[in-house]
């Protein structure tokens, strides 16, 4: 190959190597593309589930939220005297005993806007810790358990209640729900939260080291 043969190869292999070059580029530059429209996709549907479940066949995924919350209040559930708000369904349907000390669950409430949503709390503590006095927010009923059979106590809205004994109490600060809770009680209420929104519940009865607690005596209902 003589000097000019050899320079014309090699422009022209610099020529094909400079387009490859570019394509490589122009290549990586549709991936970042394609990588920033998939990115500015999943902020729009709130994460990359959001994208998977929309190219996903739609399902007849039945709702399984209910309009009842279970729960119960165990004491000493944290061991050390840790009394603490528990979900029914969290539980896998065992029923608890009382000063069964467990690990700390999550005990956020999901529930919906709009529709009435009945709470039913089980009250495993015996403890009496203050006495109540105030009006019923909304109408509410506790059952007690009597040697002639379980007693049901109901109180209408705001309807005074005096010097009432109790353990606990379930409390939503930003709404003004504040529902005593007598000690071996069932209490039960209904609720219609009016606007979605996260809502702290809690209870305000000094009950020992899980009062501030989230996963013990507070928690959030997540209204949607
Ligand atoms: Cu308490």
Same mark, same amino acid.
């Given at each position: 190959?003589?000097?000019?043969?050899?320079?014309?190869?090699?422009?022209?292999? #610099?020529?094909?190597?400079?387009?490859?070059?570019?394509?490589?580029?122009?290549?990586?530059?549709?991936?970042?593309?394609?990588?920033?429209?998939?990115?500015?996709?999943?902020?729009?549907?709130?994460?990359?589930?959001?994208?998977?479940?929309?190219?996903?066949?739609?399902?007849?995924?039945?709702?399984?939220?209910?309009?009842?919350?279970?729960?119960?209040?165990?004491?000493?559930?944290?061991?050390?005297?840790?009394?603490? /708000?528990? #979900?029914?369904?969290?539980?896998?349907?065992?029923?608890?005993?009382?000063?069964?000390?467990?690990?700390?669950?999550?005990?956020?409430?999901?529930?919906?806007?709009?529709?009435?949503?009945?709470?039913?709390?089980?009250?495993?503590?015996?403890?009496?810790?203050?006495? /109540?006095?105030?009006?019923?927010?909304?109408?509410?009923?506790?059952?007690?358990?009597?040697?002639?059979?379980?007693?049901?106590?109901?109180?209408?809205?705001?309807?005074?209640?005096?010097?009432?004994?109790?353990?606990?109490?379930?409390?939503?600060?930003?709404?003004?729900?504040?529902?005593?809770?007598?000690?071996?009680?069932?209490?039960?209420?209904?609720?219609?939260?009016?606007?979605?929104?996260?809502?702290?519940?809690? &209870?305000?009865?000094? &009950?020992?080291?899980?009062?501030?607690?989230?996963?013990?005596?507070?928690?959030?209902?997540?209204?949607?």
């Amino acid at each position: 190959m003589n000097n000019r043969a050899f320079l014309g190869v090699a422009v022209l292999t #610099l020529v094909v190597a400079s387009a490859s070059l570019a394509q490589t580029f122009l290549l990586t530059q549709t991936v970042n593309d394609q990588n920033r429209h998939i990115d500015q996709l999943a902020s729009q549907f709130g994460g990359l589930a959001g994208i998977v479940s929309s190219l996903m066949p739609t399902q007849n995924t039945p709702t399984t939220q209910s309009n009842v919350v279970q729960m119960y209040v165990i004491p000493d559930f944290g061991g050390g005297g840790y009394d603490a /708000f528990i #979900l029914a369904d969290s539980l896998g349907g065992k029923v608890p005993n009382a000063s069964s000390p467990g690990t700390v669950l999550n005990n956020n409430i999901t529930v919906t806007h709009g529709v009435p949503i009945k709470f039913v709390i089980s009250n495993l503590d015996d403890a009496v810790l203050q006495n /109540f006095t105030g009006k019923a927010p909304v109408p509410f009923t506790y059952y007690n358990n009597t040697d002639s059979g379980q007693m049901a106590v109901q109180y209408n809205q705001g309807e005074t209640v005096p010097e009432l004994a109790i353990s606990h109490t379930l409390t939503i600060p930003d709404l003004q729900v504040n529902i005593p809770i007598p000690p071996s009680t069932m209490v039960v209420f209904t609720y219609t939260f009016s606007s979605p929104g996260v809502y702290l519940y809690l &209870c305000t009865t000094p &009950c020992g080291p899980g009062m501030g607690l989230n996963g013990y005596m507070q928690g959030y209902i997540i209204v949607t």
